[in-house]
């Protein structure tokens, strides 16, 4: 693995004209025509001061925008996130320039080169919330330890695909010397693969800051000679036969341009073809390909075309083994977004060789 890789972080902003001020003593009509212009506003005194901010921008926007279709609700999250974005937060040494602010570890691992900088506060906020889930670890239901996501990348918070391949590895019989796992993003699948006896594990990911998280959690333990690493499209450097390959891939066409964390959720229309292409001059004689998939985008109607279903129709690289599918638990009642359609949703674990 490369010792240069260069982390994503969220940039560093050096503030070069004087900015607004908001404490628990502004005007807010007036803090509000400055964000509508596109001024930035600096939260002094308290943090709270800047949560309070936030849920008055919300009030805001609700009077104006209207919040009920799709559309809508689109134009309303993208103008929440243009104006939250101008509400900046002082970062001095490492630590946030208010009062009861939350101490954050992130400003020091990914900051080292940066002694007084600004950062929007839903930025901050997320970086909060990463190093919580970093620090405490998150406990996934088919692996022993917990799992410590570095900022940036993507951990699974559902789990129906992972017990499916669970299930899958605990009766497979095939040989186990080496296997893929393309697009490792926190390395919940390679670790199914290494609980399961498998020699050794190939693991790439676009993504630096997973590469840099693996390695990090990995150190000098048994599991960094077990899994190899490499920041990489699809294959990356490894070129070697492996009896398994595994690829959970996102799940959604992308409409537009995608990067970061949205790389995990959106494919390029590329995608696909080219991971296939790459399987079948690595999939040894003999060999299983498996994909996690869901059929999401059909029932929500983003898209009629299944890309699996679209290699093995048009193209003579694979042939179908099973298909295993399993129906996602219902979604919480709490959340705000219309579950409607997750009563058909099903996860599916495709099991492919060559042809």
């Known amino acids: 693995m490369s010792t240069d890789i260069k982390i994503n972080r969220p940039t560093p902003i050096d503030l070069t004209e004087r900015p607004a001020f908001y404490d628990a003593n502004s005007n807010l009509v007036t803090t509000m025509n400055n964000l509508e212009e596109g001024k930035v506003v600096l939260i002094r005194s308290f943090y709270s001061n800047g949560l309070n901010l936030l849920k008055e921008l919300h009030v805001h926007l609700k009077k104006k925008l209207p ?129 399961y006896s498998f020699q050794k594990v190939f693991a790439t990911d676009v993504n630096p800051n997973a590469i840099i998280g693996l390695t990090e959690f990995m150190g000098d333990t048994k599991l960094s000679r077990k899994i190899e690493l490499d920041h990489a499209p699809l294959f990356g450097k490894f070129d070697q036969p492996a009896e398994l390959i595994v690829f959970n891939p996102p799940w959604l066409p992308a409409s537009q341009d995608v990067e970061g964390l949205d790389q995990a959720i959106y494919y390029k229309e590329d995608l696909f073809p080219s991971f296939f292409e790459g399987a079948k001059e690595r999939l040894a004689e003999g060999g299983k390909l498996v994909i996690l998939f869901s059929n999401i985008a059909q029932i929500t109607e983003v898209t009629k075309e299944h890309p699996i279903e679209k290699e093995l129709a048009e193209n003579d690289r694979f042939q179908l083994e099973r298909c295993f599918k399993k129906r996602v638990n219902s979604a919480s009642e709490k959340t705000k977004r219309d579950p409607h359609w997750r009563d058909q949703e099903e996860v599916e674990l495709w099991e492919l060789q060559h042809k």
């Not at 919580?132 to 670890?137: A, E, H």
């Not at 393309?182 to 699948?189: A, F, P, W």
């Open 67 to 195: 919040n009920t279709t799709y559309q809508e609700q689109q134009v309303y999250r993208d103008t929440y996130r243009k104006m939250s974005h101008l509400i900046l937060l002082e970062i001095v040494q490492n630590q946030l320039e208010v009062k009861k602010a939350p101490s954050i570890g992130w400003l020091e691992k990914l900051y080292p080169d940066v002694s007084e900088f600004h950062l929007p506060l839903p930025l901050i906020q997320g970086l909060n919330s990463s190093w919580q889930w970093f620090k405490k670890g998150i406990s996934i239901p088919v692996l022993r330890n917990k799992i410590h996501p570095y900022y940036g990348v993507y951990f699974p918070t559902r789990f129906e695909h992972l017990e499916v391949f669970d299930t899958y590895l605990e009766r497979y019989e095939g040989p186990k010397k080496a296997a893929f796992d393309v697009g490792t993003g926190s390395g919940v699948l390679a670790l199914q693969m290494l609980k």
